[in-house]
Structures are given as C-alpha cells and as structure tokens.
C-alpha cells in the first residue's frame, strides 16, 4: 500500500488512492485519497467540517424518476445517497460543505449539453439540503481529474483536453 502525507502541517498519511468510478459513492471510514476522472459526468465531495470525514459521488445523468430503475449513476440518486450515508454516519447537515467538479460539454460530441443539466442537478439538490457550496470546477469543454483528501478537504482538479487511458486505474503508462 503506498501512503503519503498531503498536508504539511498534518503528518497523518492517507491511503493512495481509491479510484471512484461513474456509477458509484464512496464514503471512507478513514483517511484516504479518492480520484476520479470527469467530462460530462459530475462528482460531488461532501466533507464534514467536525468530524473530519468525506465522501464523493460520480454520476453521469441528471436524474431518473423510476425507482426501479435508479441506480448512482443518476445525480438525483446519488447526491442523496451520499448525504444519507453522510447523515447515518453522525454528520449535520451545517457540518458538511461540497465541492462540485466536472459538467463539461464538446459539442462535437453530443448536441445535448448533458453536463450541464448534471451540474443543475448538483446545485439544486445541495442547495434543497441546505448544503453550502464551497468550491465548483465545472462546465467548460475539457474533462478533469479529480484528488480528494477525504480527513483534510483538499483537493487537486487537473484539466485535460484528452483522457488518456492511463488516467483510469490501474493507472499504467504515461501518468
């Protein structure tokens, strides 16, 4: 397991480093630094200011009305997911603040701008919780990587105009 210390005032090393996938919610039960890579897609890191603990969503659409379909990869299910695993795990909802990174949209892609319904999505639901907004890396049309200390809040948004394949785990090649 490879660690490092990524406060300088803070010699606690934290785990490097939990690859979130779009789809899915992690929540750590202690020190860790969590990545992931977006483009139309958002990611949303909740920290609890008391209690020193985050967590961080990775959707790709805004939102689904079925239940028997949703699944995280719909913003709708998966911000309130994660504030209810924020919630049951001792966190108020004045304790916590988000960060909202990603949303991004190339045209020459897609004609519909999915990002920014995911960031609509995203504020609206904070904002619905009473979750202050802290920070936001969003829109644009270049994709980022996204470094969460889940015991510090700090965070590392590095933008890219292309994804390489080694910016997915296991993070092989030209890192």
Known sequence: ?????????DNT???LDYLLKPGFIYLADKPISISTVVG???????????????????FQFPEIRDKELSTALYGNVATITLIKMMLSNGSKEHHIEAHIFGGAHNPEVSKINVGLNNIKTARRILNSKQIKIVS????????RKIIFNTSTSEIAV??????????????????
Request: hydrophobic share 30%; no cysteine.
């Open 1 to 9: 397991m490879q660690t490092i210390s990524m406060n300088k005032h």
């Open 13 to 15: 090393l934290i785990k």
């Open 40 to 58: 139309s897609s958002v990611a949303i890191s909740l920290f609890d200011k008391k209690n020193k603990i985050g967590g961080m969503n990775h």
């Open 136 to 143: 936001e890396d969003v829109g644009g049309e270049v994709g």
């Open 158 to 175: 590095l933008k890219v105009k292309n994804l390489r394949r080694s910016d997915w785990y296991p993070y092989e090649g030209d890192r």
